[in-house]
């Protein structure tokens, strides 16, 4: 059977599934129960259906036709990964699900699995047409070789990492919740509770995630839904008398158990199940926001020198591969997926490493254009001379995780004058955005701009946005805040970090990304408090590819101070051969 006969049987067996139901379509999320960026092999529900394995999107499976929707990010990818006599393909944010569910399925019942779905994606995407809610998923009913759910121990986060312990983070997340009326919080995000327990696990193959639920009550104690074999007698006495540990089928009863008490939950980040389960239970639900997601996100102290820490570990390992690749790449003999290897290799020689923060997004050339490629053996090509190479990567630290891309020029000279002006104009907007100061008050949607404008100026732009939330030996990707013109209204604050990484893409061309990791830190205005950014990673840029002439004195005394702390703070650590490359590439532009 072909991999096109294959796609066709499993779409054929699910509409058969959606007639049994008796609903005219399907929705099909990318992501699982936990509702992650990142899912075990089984919840890929979406991969197995379509092909596609981009981190962001959503299929919508009607008797006829079917249909994927993904973001900017990913159009390419989607565009290979899957098959054009079977799939549709649209744009998740210029061509809204909710609008084609509206204009094509109306008056139509689309079924959905309550468990895979926040409440608030329920409630927008039913506005134009009748959604029901399926008791059992008929996707997993005809995935027959479907993997096993993961099954890691979860284990203490020692608070020399963490800062602070848990019955500290549990007494005023409880305090938050008697303030406000409520009798409980559902913890949906098993980042919220890794954060809250202190605990981490290896569930996801990048982010030491234990999966679970938990239940936060007012008066600080936790009901936790994991599977038992995960949690060992050291980790039971880690998380003490007031953490309560059940079976995930104990779920519904804890829940039920709260008839007529007030319980909140976040609708943008809890499965619609629970809201279902509540309110037929008897309780009253109260939409509000996570009480774990900001503290999480506003570092403590021990956090953010665990996050210079770790960046300047990691920087060791950049500059050891950006030394062994100045030499490699003109050779032409390593591809994407040797030249990720090596990197990779020399992460794992580093004290407190433990593994990838996500998939090495390794492209030469045209594959550099893939917003968030990824190599494999079909794609995975040589990188040769005279060309871009983005390499985009991180490593999670047990003091933190870092995220850091870097393109780069394999010419023994400079690059050409186009490239030089495109990989110049996105320094400017990393630049500008690294140095801004702003007042407190201020939102990641209301400083997107200033990343782009340089490239505005020449009728250039990205699809994708500028910043991402980063967790502490967490999430490479973390809300609640975002540098993006999508981004919600949430305040920075201080303690968050933020990547900070504009591009541009030249499609079957090549590919240019810089990114660095900010701490956001006080700065006293003179009228009222401002914040600043701190720079975290400590990496050089590509000389050969900036071009001189469109920086402003002020840009290129920034390039060179930036250039000079990388030197001072982590040259000393190298091999003299490293270090001796490291003080060619920070020498002053």
């Known amino acids: 059977m072909t991999q096109t006969d294959s796609r066709a049987a499993r779409l054929a067996a699910l509409r058969a599934e959606l007639a049994k139901a008796g609903v005219d379509g399907f929705l099909i999320p990318r992501g699982d129960e936990y509702l992650g960026e990142y899912v075990p092999p089984s919840g890929e529900r979406l991969a197995w259906i379509s092909g596609f394995t981009g981190s962001a999107g959503l299929a919508i499976v009607l008797a006829g036709r079917a249909v994927l929707f993904t973001d900017g990010r990913y159009t390419t990818q989607a565009t290979a990964q899957t098959d054009p006599a079977l799939w549709e393909l ?31 994606a329920i409630e927008r995407l039913g506005a134009g047409t009748t959604l029901v809610p399926l008791a059992a998923n008929p996707l997993d009913a005809v995935w027959a070789d479907r993997p096993a759910p993961p099954a890691a121990p979860a284990v203490p986060h020692p608070a020399e990492y963490a800062g602070r312990d848990s019955a500290e983070k549990r007494g005023e997340a409880a305090a938050a919740l008697r303030a406000a009326g409520e009798k409980a919080a559902v913890l949906a995000d098993p980042h919220s509770l890794a954060w809250l327990l202190n605990l981490r696990g290896g569930d996801l193959e990048h982010t030491p995630l234990p999966l679970g639920f938990a239940l936060l009550r007012d008066d600080a104690s936790v009901d936790l839904f994991m599977d038992p074999a995960k949690l060992s007698e050291a980790t039971r006495a880690h998380l003490g008398n007031k953490v309560a540990t059940h079976p995930p089928q104990a779920l519904r009863g804890v829940l039920e158990g709260l008839a007529g008490q007030a319980v909140r939950l976040d609708p943008d980040i809890t499965p619609a199940w629970f809201s279902a389960t509540l309110t037929a239970a008897g309780a009253t639900v109260r939409s509000g926001e996570d009480p774990c997601r900001l503290p999480r996100a ?35 003999t390593e591809t994407e997926m040797s030249a990720a290897a090596k990197l990779l290799g020399f992460r794992r020689e580093l004290p407190l490493f433990r593994a990838e923060s996500f998939p090495a997004i390794s492209g030469a050339g045209e594959n550099g254009a893939v917003i968030h490629y990824r190599a494999t053996e079909a794609t995975n090509r040589p990188i040769r001379p005279d060309e871009c190479y983005l390499i985009d990567s991180g490593g999670q630290f047990l003091d933190g995780t870092t995220d850091i891309t870097r393109t780069l020029w394999t010419g023994p000279g400079a690059a050409p004058a186009e490239l030089r002006d495109r990989y110049t104009r996105v320094l400017q907007g990393h630049i500008a955005l690294a140095r801004l100061r702003f007042p407190q008050g201020v939102a990641g949607a209301h400083i997107d701009a200033i990343a782009r404008a340089a490239l505005w100026q020449a009728g250039l732009d990205y699809d994708h946005g500028t910043g991402h939330g980063i967790g502490s030996f967490l999430s490479v990707h973390e809300g609640p805040v975002s540098i993006s013109r999508a981004a919600k209204p949430v305040p920075l604050r201080e303690g968050m970090i933020l990547s900070d990484e504009p591009g541009f893409y030249l499609p079957g061309h090549y590919g240019i990304r810089i990114e660095n990791l900010l701490l956001v830190r006080f700065f006293q205005g003179l009228a009222k408090p401002f914040l600043e950014f701190e720079t975290l990673t400590l990496v050089p840029y590509d000389r050969r590819l900036i071009d001189l002439g469109l920086l402003t004195p002020a840009e290129r005394n920034w390039v060179d101070a930036y250039h000079a702390r990388v030197l001072a703070e982590i040259a000393t650590d ?8 490291l003080e060619g590439a920070c020498r002053p532009l």
């Open 574 to 581: 190298l091999e003299p051969e490293t270090r001796a490359w």
């Open 90 to 120: 649209r744009h998740l944010i210029e061509q809204p699900p909710q609008d084609w569910l509206a204009e094509h399925a109306a008056g139509l019942r689309i079924g959905y699995d309550p468990w895979l779905h926040p409440q608030s």
């Open 298 to 332: 506003r570092k403590n102290p021990v956090e953010q020198q665990g996050a210079r820490a770790a960046h300047r570990r990691d920087a060791l390992a950049l500059a050891r591969f950006l030394a062994w690749f100045a030499q490699a790449a003109p050779r032409e």
